[in-house]
């Protein structure tokens, strides 16, 4: 196998960057933990299904109706979750924008150097497009009353919304996957870079 020499992606990681980045990623995998427990393992079905279930064994009778009012307790409170990893990552967002030392990704210098490079960061571009969409509608559904959006309005942006969570589980797939990638091509010690930052081009060793 050839393994082709010289890094195409390693560049000195602001401090900034780097916790914005960690803590972005882990926030986007905790709002997809929320939307995986709601439409599984706590989804009101099966949930006021369990509940029925084990109450019956207990010799406690509950109706259908009581069953899933209680589910429907147990899935909300977990869902609340959703709501406060939304306000933060609209925190790590307006972050990313006005306090970290690192512009967003520019597209004609990245195909300047290569295609690959212009490419993986066409990727994050989109990524940050994406990223604005889902805080903006998130908080425009959050605040639908507020801001007297209609619940047709309000039901078609939660359509979309929803739909995107398809782009974050495949952007997450792209891009852990051509981490690795790079690492095995050339680009030895990426992750450790945003890590601990990396080394400036001149620096001395
Ligand atoms: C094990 C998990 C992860 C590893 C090892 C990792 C590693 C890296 C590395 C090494 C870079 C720099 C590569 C480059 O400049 O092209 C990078 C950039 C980036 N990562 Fe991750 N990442 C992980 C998870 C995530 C997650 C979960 C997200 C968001 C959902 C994410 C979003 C981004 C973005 C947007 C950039 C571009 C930052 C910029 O330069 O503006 N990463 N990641
Ligand atoms: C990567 C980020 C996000 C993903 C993947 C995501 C995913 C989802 C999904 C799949 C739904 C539909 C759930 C269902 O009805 O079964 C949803 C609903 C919702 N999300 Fe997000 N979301 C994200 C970010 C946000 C943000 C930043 C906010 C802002 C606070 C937010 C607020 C909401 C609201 C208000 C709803 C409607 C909930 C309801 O009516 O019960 N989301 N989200």
Do not use: C
Not at 16 to 24: D, T
Not at 131 to 144: A, I
Not at 176 to 204: C, T, Y
């Amino acid at each position: 196998m050839t393994i082709k020499t010289g890094s195409q992606f390693r560049e000195p990681q602001p401090l900034s960057l780097r916790l914005w980045h960690w803590l972005n990623g882990l926030t986007v995998l905790l709002l997809l933990a929320t939307v995986f427990l709601r439409k599984s393992f706590l989804s009101g079905r099966m949930m006021a299904h369990l509940i029925e279930e084990k109450l019956t064994t207990e010799k406690v009778v509950l109706s259908a109706e009581q069953a899933k009012v209680a589910a429907g307790a147990i899935r909300d409170e977990m869902w609340n979750w959703h709501f406060r990893l939304g306000f933060v990552l609209t925190g790590l967002l307006v972050f990313r924008i006005f306090l970290t030392q690192k512009p967003f990704p520019r597209l004609k210098p990245a195909f300047q150097k290569s295609k690959h490079v212009g490419l993986v960061k066409s990727l994050y571009a989109t990524f940050y497009l994406s990223l604005l969409f889902m805080v903006l509608s998130g908080l425009t559904m959050y605040f639908s009353g507020d801001l007297h959006i209609s619940e047709k309005i309000a039901d078609q942006i939660q359509d979309i919304h929803e739909l995107f969570q398809w782009y974050f589980l495949g952007f997450l797939i792209l891009h852990v996957g051509g981490v690795i990638f790079a690492e095995n091509r050339g680009d030895a010690g990426l992750v450790s870079d945003m890590i601990h930052g990396g080394e400036r081009p001149n620096s001395a060793k």
